[in-house]
């Protein structure tokens, strides 16, 4: 109510007053603050014990949260972050699996993360397999309450589910995405049968065509090393960067049938009727 | 058997790795992590590796760590005349030049996809500058080529590890926002290096 665009630098209220994600508190550096951008703001990220300093470059010092084992800021009011009770859970490991700079805008990322088709073609051998290509249909929703896309019941066979896989599966997945540049993955866990290992994309938007993609693990594996884990996610994340890159344009249209995508993808329908209903213009073409 | 240590995204491991597969060897492969952990600068590394480079391949008693020595050893050992041209004084510097090339495409672009991808610390418009004029180069050098009946590197009918050292960076630059778009002869040659018999691939770049 009575917001004026002009005050944000032309940056939607629903944007400028979230919480985002500014970087992974434990690779933050042992001494000094590291350099950073938010929403084409240069900011600074210092760790100060469990806690950390964010403030804009030559400015004053910015709203700070430090949940999920990430940094998170704001440029506005923020309220609550969303909820991700798992990140409590005492036999779950946290970690990041990797953080990447990449040439592309947030909304971008996280369509490509809810996007199972891409599985056989792109993550080949790992997350799918070009014999089994179809994505069998799932269930989507805005929840009630407006504050998050919800997909479930999706299906998808895959060789290489997890590091600790053994063998191929059929996996069954839910997404959240409680934020418009967070979403949240559930997916059996090859270790604890009836439990779920918890995949996220945190993305920071750097500006509307640029991110950071942190992927953090809440996983039930007791038993793969640090380095394996990582280097499973690194693998697979950088199949995606160049497809990621090389998506034009690299805001997400989201004027009425843009980009009319062949296969309805459901979950992107929603996502993108989501992002409308929050009045989100940062990283979109509308 | 031959190990190799070696980060899977490292343009300079890939290259190893691509010439490898291409003579059909068997090896181990001993991950390290240079992103985010720096392991390589680790002091348990840099007993195998004293300028903390990476890939390291040991054979035996042999302890090579840079890209070039190390396609050098496997095509004079395991290559044949097909990769190692032993009598052909004039070849073999052709291909010593390719292997410098390879050096500098790593310093320019390959270091300008790293520090961009791993928020690294660099200068990255004068590397990008720099590996354009290769790029400028070795796709004039491409075209004369092709017009003169020669679809590598180095003149002759086969490919040579000049190709193999040089071809990850360049299939991977434009991850440091380094388009090939205006490379047309490069990009010719890099689907003929993707055509050869036993081609891999490494994530980011994809198969013929
Ligand atoms: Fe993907």
Known sequence: MGFKMTETGGIDPDTWNRWHVVGCHDELPDDGARATRLLGRAITVERRGSGAEVRLTGGGALPVKVAYGYVWSSLGTPGPLFELPEHAEADRRNLNGCSFFVRTSPPRAIENFLDMAHFPFVHTGILGEEAHPDVKDYDVAISTDGREVVASNCHFYQPKAAAASTGGVDVTYRYRVPHPWCAILYKDSPAKPGRSDVIALFVQPCGEEEIVANLALFILDDDTPLPALRRFQQQIFVQDKPILENQMPRRLPLYPRADSPVRADKASIAYRRWLRQLGTSFGVLS | ?208
């Open chain 2, 1 to 208: 058997m031959i190990a190799l240590h070696d980060y899977d995204l490292s343009a300079e491991g890939y290259a190893v790795r691509l010439f490898l597969a291409l003579l059909g060897l068997d090896y181990r492969l001993l991950p390290v992590e240079f992103y985010p952990a720096r392991e390589h600068e680790g002091e348990e590394f840099r007993a195998l590796s004293p300028m903390a480079s990476l890939p390291v391949l040991v054979d035996g008693d042999l302890v090579l760590t840079e890209v070039a020595g190390i396609l050098s050893y496997l095509a004079a050992r395991h290559g044949g005349a097909d990769w190692y041209p032993a009598g052909d004084a004039a070849q073999l510097g052709r291909i010593g030049d390719g292997l410098a090339l390879s050096a500098r495409l790593a310093a320019t672009a390959g270091a300008v996809r790293l520090a961009d991808g791993m928020m690294l610390p660099l200068d990255g418009a004068a590397a990008r500058a720099e590996a354009k004029r290769l790029l400028r180069v070795i796709d004039e050098r491409l075209w004369f080529g092709e017009a003169a009946g020669d679809d590598w590197l180095c003149p002759g009918p086969r490919p040579s590890i000049a190709d193999i050292a040089c071809f990850p960076h360049i299939v991977l630059a434009e991850e440091g926002d380094i388009p090939l778009i205006d490379y047309p002869a490069i990009r010719r040659w890099l689907d003929r290096v993707r055509r050869l018999p036993g081609f891999v691939v490494m994530p980011g770049v994809f198969g013929a």
